[in-house]
């Protein structure tokens, strides 16, 4: 069982500005949770990729999912080791020189191998999570045993993961503050625009509040 804090390895020590590491767990789950998508790097036929897709956290598990013929997938589901990035950015950090410039972010970076998701009941709860996870509140219909069938579930152990955190603003050289230009923060975040009926909706089915009030992240 994993404890509240992240202990680190060799691979999972932050090196560079170790004062942005942060070993708690919690603060790593709130990161997987607001995220939408991950990138998993793997190597396939001896070339590495990397998959954008989307992720959800259950417990001490990040799970991912896709079409049995996902290459990368493919790859992970039969054993290949895994490294799972998920990146927040939270604001424009602009400097007064091209080396002032950065951004605020929190990130995570996980290794690991996964492990697929066979017992069908498993996953048609996963293909729960997934929806509640991506739009809380919404309705779907059951999914057809040949869709489970058809849907490749892996998931990775949250045991050798790092989380880094730059919340500094800017962070220019002494000399650089007498400088007559502007420089500061532009905070960034995900925010819904009015929701769309689908083109082939029922007549006389109303939008949702869970729609209407899609929000992500803090
Ligand atoms: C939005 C964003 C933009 C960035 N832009 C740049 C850029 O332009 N140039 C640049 O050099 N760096 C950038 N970084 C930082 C970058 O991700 C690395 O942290 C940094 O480059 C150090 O790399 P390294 O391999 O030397 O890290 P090391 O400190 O040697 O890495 C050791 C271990 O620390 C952990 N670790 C390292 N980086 C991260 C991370 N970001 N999140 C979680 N765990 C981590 C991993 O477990 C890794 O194996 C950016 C990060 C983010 C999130």
Known sequence: ??????????????????????????????????????????????????????????????????????????????????CITVTLIDSIVAGRSGFGMSMDYRSVMIFAAAEKIVDPGEKERLVAAFIEDICPGHQVRAPKPKEIAATLFVRFPLTEASVKIRNQGVVDPEEDYRLDTWSGVIPLQLTAGEPRNCSALKHGIAVPDYAKNYRRGR
């Open 1 to 82: 069982m994993t404890g509240s804090t992240l202990s680190p390895t060799e691979r999972t020590r932050v090196r560079l500005h170790p004062e942005r590491a942060v070993y708690d767990r919690e603060v790593m789950y709130r990161i997987l949770d607001e995220a939408l998508v991950c990138h998993v790097g793997v190597v396939v036929d001896g070339a590495p990729r990397v998959l954008p897709t989307a992720i959800v956290r259950i417990g001490d598990f990040a799970y991912i999912h896709g079409s049995p013929a996902n290459q990368s997938l493919a790859a992970l589901a039969a054993g290949a080791p895994a």
